[in-house]
């Protein structure tokens, strides 16, 4: 059995504000004897509560938390729906105010915010409110820059349709309230949709062709997601009659204001939408740094990039030929692909794979998990289904009544063509869905979930970096092949490393498309040819890369965890352990990969990458 080095008692402590675990950890035997399931077993012990914020110790620390506290207020009342979604239920009756004055007053109410806290001394502030108080005001200057430069109040009609659709699903999917109460909170919010979809109509002005044909297919998928996820999400005789007519009423009323905000689109909206998705090299630059803390020329980023699928592209190779020495790699990873489940057999036989990917991750003390039940899988809900194959849609870090999570996987929609369907269910082939549940779910998207959840200070609760989430997701999948599981199965290697490939494109790409005047048949032919993607979903790959400046997230995270890798292994020596190491990083929060470098690097100087 694999054993747990004599520092980790000592190291588990070390960082963030790891009082709990210290206390719980007391126990380790310093000797090289003590087997994992011993560690973890204390390890569970001190994931299996919530550590309590430290009291303010000054009228500064006070005065910080005071900040935060306005902060979460004003991004809940302009986004009620992501407060539904944060576990806030404070605003479940509203859907907010998207009028250009409104956003205009949000923008100015953050500069305050970001004022006060540029007026807060950080060496006023403990340790752990010092690490907040940075983390908080560069997250407050992305969200002005995004007002400012990304201006998807006035560029993007996705928008709009989002914050309805989210209004909805956030208080029919998870049940942390009766069914007459949230059904209310519909009905209640149902009656703000016209004013915002027509704020929609006065402020939307070119978006780009794209975006619209996006929210086009979005609209239709919201529709039938009120006509039939919607409409069936109480079971028969959870609503009282007068709650449930008036329940069905407001979902009458949102299908009839999506069809109008469709016939929107289809009819004014994408006769006019010529307008640029592309950031520009400053503000994709600036936005990188405040919200990841990288601070890299596009060229060096677009040889990182490069190098990358280089460096994939030869394993790809190499690996194909393990396989089928006499095929070409693409004709391998076609037979490969073809094996998959029918569409209605995805779901079953994703959660059926996700008990042995735990089971291989504590038994090898790559990472503790703690003992939360497994997410549920269920197919993705109609209206996400435009830009995305997979997802996990976890409970918010505020929510403590449906702390359920769930796995989406994106089935082929009604009425698609066998052709289209089979193009899509290829993305699900039995030697890729191992893969895909790594980063998903364990060790990746819901593991560290659980880790976060579980973090003292609700900034790190709440302020999430991309490079960070995704970056171990993506670092996920590669890793526990690289630790035994498939036994080296060359198939499910080569799954890894097209999907690999996918996210190394996406960094290649999303660079390009933002900096350099990439178009989007560019970008789908760049995946079809360097992630060897089918044609509909490397469209929808770039697809989704014009409407996300951070889509490098994936590859850039990856990058810079695997360079934190190597530098605390050299660090530790002998001492290291990648168990140790793994528990470290995902205590840590998801918080920039730099600023957790100097956690868990002190005095360190190397470089990120």
Known sequence: MALVPRTLRGRLALFLGLGAVWSACKSFQDDLGVEVSEAAASI??????EPPRPVPSSV???????????????????DPPRATRNGVHTFDKILGDLSREAVAATAERLRGLAADLDRLDPFTLGFERR????????????DIHDFQAWKGWERDPNLYLHRVTDGVFT???REFAPPAVRAAAVASRAREVPAILGAARRNLSNPPRVWTEVAIEETDGAIEYMAG????????????????????AALATIRRELREYGDFLRKDLLGRSRGSFAYGEENFLHKLYLEDRVSLSIDRLL???????ARLEERFVRTAREIDPNAPPGRVLAQLAADHPAAEKVVEETAAGLEALRAFCVSRG??????????IVRPTPSFRRALTFASMDVPGPSERVATESYYNVTLPEAGASPERAEELLRFFNRASMPVISAHEAYPGHFTHFLYVRRHPSPVRRLLHCSTNAEGWAHYAEEMVLEQGFGSGDPARRLAMLRLALVRACRFVVGIRLHTRGMTLPEATRFFVERAHLEAASAEREARRGTADPGYLAYTLGKLMILKLRDDVREARGAEFHLGEFHYDFLRGGAIPIPVLRTLLLPGDAGAIL
């Open 44 to 49: 569970e012990e001190a994931l299996s509560v």
């Open 60 to 78: 500064p620390e006070s005065r910080f938390d005071q900040i935060f506290e306005i902060y979460l207020d004003t991004i809940h009342r302009y």
């Open 131 to 142: 690490i907040d108080r940075e983390l908080l005001l560069h997250r407050i200057r992305a």
């Open 171 to 173: 208080l029919l999917s």
């Open 229 to 248: 996820e919607a409409a069936q999400a109480f079971p028969a005789g959870a609503l009282g009659a007068t709650e449930d007519e008036a329940f069905r």
């Open 303 to 309: 040889r990182l990039g490069e190098d990358e699928i």
């Open 366 to 375: 790559i990472v503790t998990i703690p003992n939360d039940p497994p997410p």
